[in-house]
């Protein structure tokens, strides 16, 4: 798989990791996704941030 490089600093490479944390509303959450290895930006994927909103929206 091909490194891509980060968008915040265009010299990193983004690394999978599992374990960024997403706060919404107040509470935290943890999701998969992308980290860069120069400014640790941290990019989680859009798939993981649209499932934990949508579990939000449920629990209302
Ligand atoms: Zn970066």
């Not at 798989?1 to 374990?19: A, P, Q, S, T």
């Not at 997403?22 to 941290?42: A, P, R």
């Amino acid at each position: 798989m091909k490194m891509r490089k980060c968008l915040i600093c265009e010299r990193g490479n983004l690394i999978k990791v599992v374990d960024i944390v997403l706060e919404i509303e107040g509470s935290l959450f943890i999701v998969k996704g992308d980290k860069c290895n120069n400014c640790n930006e941290e990019f989680p994927y859009e798939e993981e941030t649209r499932r934990v909103m949508d579990s939000q929206i449920r629990q209302r």
